[in-house]
């Protein structure tokens, strides 16, 4: 199983925490500490069962507000780097 520990910037979110399975490429647990505590929840519940690949594709580009970046799409950098894109 891979995991990934990345660490955010530019969000209120200080660790993202995610388990791909090596057999199936699906995400299959996901965790953010810090950040919107309930909006994280559910973003983490809904990216689970998913490719990292949809994940990239569906969270990549999503700002928070006058920032440049979001928790959503630091979640798409953490697994962008993990699968090499």
Known sequence: ???????????CSRRIEIEVSDATGLIE??????????NLQGVCRLIEGR????????????RCGMKETSCPDQIARALKEYIGK
Do not use: F, Q, W
């Open 51 to 62: 490719s990292a690949e949809e994940v990239v594709r569906t969270l990549e580009g999503i």
């Open 1 to 11: 199983m891979g995991k990934i520990d990345y660490t955010p910037s530019g969000v």
């Open 29 to 38: 647990s996901a965790r953010v500490t810090g950040g919107c505590h309930g």
